[in-house]
């Protein structure tokens, strides 16, 4: 009988198991990004950095406006000529009794805001500082009343429009 004297092959490497290396090289770089994140946005008390496990989420409160129908006009001053001034305003508050007290007590807050526009000198309302501190200081001066008056604080004044000659 004749023998069989032939060496065996080798097995053949088939693509079965580069595909599982693959895939296992692929989860492994999958689990250390979460690891590696999860640990970034931890602090050492073990809580996350920015609280999103135990977050409450804040509720959104839209602000609600009073707009001024009718310009403040007074002059400023300087020395040598006579300036003006026109201011449209518009009140923004997120509580609605604040632009409610705005609005029963206007007069009040005109007579207050006239005056606080008067005491404004033309130079510094040419500067952009001058006009960038403007709505708070006339803020402030709002806020002054309503709090006399035993009302809510509004939040902002807007200038919708504003006029110096």
Known sequence: MAENNEVAAPPKKGKLKTIVLLVVVLLLAIGLSVAG???????????????????????????????????????????????????????ESTQEPALAAASKHLPLLRNTL?????????????????????????????????????????DRVLLRNFVVQ
Do not use: C, K
């Open 114 to 154: 006239i005056s606080e526009l008067g005491q404004l000198e033309f130079m510094e309302l040419q500067t952009p500082e001058g006009r960038q501190a403007l709505p708070q200081r006339l803020l402030s001066a709002v806020n002054e009343i309503l709090a006399a008056e035993g009302e809510p604080t509004l």
């Open 37 to 91: 994140t999860l640990w970034f946005l931890t602090d050492s008390s073990g809580e996350t950095v920015d609280g999103a496990a135990e977050e409450v989420e804040e509720i959104f409160v839209p602000s609600g406006y009073m707009v001024m129908d009718r310009p403040l006009v007074t002059t400023v001053r300087h020395a040598g000529r006579q300036r003006y001034i026109q201011v449209y305003l518009a009140f």
